[in-house]
Structure formats: structure tokens, C-alpha cells
């Protein structure tokens, strides 16, 4: 019998956009199954994202909030979930990680004996080096504590070696499962910001805005600094930014309104050619200093 709780965490789920889908997928997987093997221990996950900000860390609270509510996981602690990022050591310098693993473990049980619950860890220093002795070391810990923590690995990257000899690692400690996430499509991403933004102002866009908009979309997420569904976030606040402050008389909005931000505006290109992936608009002071 599914509780109510567990089938809110799992409609939220479901909901999410489809670059999630192998994470839906897998819940989906696991919702149907549940009843069936009970005393199954959960694989260990490793999540690859092909960009930065597909959002995992959405995905790894929501998975806690769904094992908890469906009660396929034993939580204690003073949290449900917990992010660990799992600093690179190189060989031949003193490696505390594990420490640093342990007491975080052992401040968030709180006055339970045990954390019980999810740990998300970033592997990304680790990129092509979790062969090494530390990383193995880690793994170790980890599967000694196999009934007590459900660990999610996740890193950024598109290379497929990168991705094999991860997983080659994990496996030789512990039951994984890969699943890969991605930004939606440029379409799905204007509607993401019609309905998530936009609407509560009470503005809707033309389809001429949202031909412009993807074909922006489609410039800035080619560049490796965009910050994926954040990034999305931001553009759309400096959309509304500039419309609301031009008294905005419509509630429709059109291409020639946002021609600022079309695909060859300067807001596109320094939105490609910026490291950090500041959004917004430069002052002519610091345009100066920026091409200095």
C-alpha cells in the first residue's frame, strides 16, 4: 500500500523535466518493484551530467525525500541527505578525507547512534585518477557501511573514458548504477521559463519571442561556461528586469521586445565568452576593464 507521502515525492518526480528521464526512470523502476523485494539493499548511484546545472542536486533531494516518504530506506540523523565534496589528494601528501567523511557522518546522526540516509559525493577532482590507492581507500569505507548510507556519486563530463573508469572503480567495491542527465531541449527550456518566471507576471510569450529566445538558448548552452538550468534562471530575471522596468504595457510578449537578447546580442555573446557565466548587464565602466 503506497502512502500519499510517497506518492507526492513520486508525482514531483515524474513532473521533472525530461533530461532527468533516466533518473525518472529509475524511481519509476523502484516504485513499482518496492512491494516486491522487500530486503533488496539499493545500489549505490553514479550520476553523470553531460552539463553543468541539469539538476542533480534537485534530484538527489527529491530521491531522499521520495526513499523517506516510501519508507524503502531506514532514515536517522539529523538530516535526510547530505553533500560531500571530496577533495583530490595526491598520493604522496596525507589524505584526511576519510576523516573528514567520518565526523561529518557522525556530527549529523546527531543523538542517533548511526546516520542512516543519502550522501551525494562530487568526484570531480577525481576525474581519471580513482584508481589511485586513496579513492579505493574511500571506497572501502563506503562499502562497510552499505546498510547505513545510500552514496550518489556525481560528477560533470562528457568524456566516455572519464565515465568507464569511474565506473570500473566503483564496481570493484560496490553495487552501482549509472544514470546520465542532461538539459532539456532549447523548446522545453523557453516553456520552463514561460511557466516558471514569466507567468507570475502575468506575461506570456509570442511564438516569435520563443523562436528568438531558443535560438539564444541554443548559442549559450554551446559555450562550456553556461551554468545549465541556474544559468536559465538568470536569463529569464534579466528578461523581466529589463521588461518591468520599461513599464511593460502587454502582457504578451514579442521578438522586437526582446531583441536586446537575441542571438547576436552583446548580452549573448559575453554570456559565451564570460568564465563564470555572469549574467546580467555590464556598466560601460566595466565593459572598459573587462576588455583591458
Known amino acids: 500500500m503506497k502512502t500519499k507521502t510517497e506518492n507526492k515525492h513520486f508525482d514531483t518526480i515524474m513532473q521533472m523535466h525530461s533530461g532527468v528521464d533516466d533518473f525518472k526512470k529509475m524511481v519509476e523502476r523502484q516504485h513499482k518493484s518496492r512491494q516486491n523485494l522487500p530486503d533488496i539493499t539499493l545500489p549505490h548511484q ?10 542533480i542536486n534537485t534530484c538527489v533531494n527529491a530521491f531522499a525525500e521520495y526513499l523517506y516518504g516510501s519508507k524503502t530506506f531506514e532514515f536517522s540523523g539529523d538530516v535526510k541527505h547530505f553533500d560531500f565534496n571530496l577533495e583530490y ?4 601528501e596525507y589524505f584526511s578525507e576519510i576523516t573528514r567523511f567520518e565526523n561529518t557522518l557522525i556530527y549529523l546522526a546527531g543523538h542517533k547512534n548511526h546516520f ?19 579513492f579505493q581507500l574511500l571506497l572501502e569505507e563506503i562499502a562497510s557501511r552499505n546498510d547505513k ?19 570500473s572503480s566503483l564496481v570493484s567495491h560496490l553495487r552501482i548504477e549509472t ?28 511564438n516569435d519571442a520563443k523562436t528568438l529566445l531558443a535560438d539564444s538558448i541554443r548559442e549559450m548552452t554551446d559555450s562550456r561556461y553556461f551554468n545549465g538550468l541556474v544559468g536559465i534562471k538568470q536569463f529569464s530575471e534579466d528578461i523581466l528586469s529589463k521588461l518591468l522596468v520599461s ?35 555590464h556598466t560601460q565602466t566595466n565593459r572598459k576593464e573587462t576588455n583591458k
Open 247 to 281: 513599464d511593460v504595457k502587454a502582457n504578451k510578449i514579442s521578438a522586437n521586445m526582446l531583441s536586446s537578447f537575441d542571438k547576436d546580442s552583446h548580452y549573448v555573446k559575453r554570456v559565451i565568452g564570460t568564465k563564470k557565466t555572469e549574467f546580467g548587464f
Open 46 to 55: 553514479l550520476w553523470i551530467a553531460t552539463k553543468r546545472g541539469c539538476g
Open 179 to 206: 544514470l546520465y542527465f542532461k538539459l532539456p531541449n532549447e523548446e522545453e527550456l523557453v516553456d520552463f521559463m514561460e511557466s516558471k518566471h514569466f507567468s507570475t507576471h502575468k506575461l506570456k510569450l509570442e
Open 149 to 167: 548510507i545510500l552514496v550518489i556519486f556525481y560528477t560533470n563530463t562528457d568524456d566516455k573514458r572519464d565515465v568507464e573508469k569511474i565506473e
Open 89 to 92: 589528494t595526491k598520493p604522496d
Open 116 to 134: 542512516r540516509g543519502v550522501v551525494s559525493i562530487d568526484v570531480s577532482g577525481w576525474l581519471g585518477r580513482t584508481d589511485e590507492r586513496y
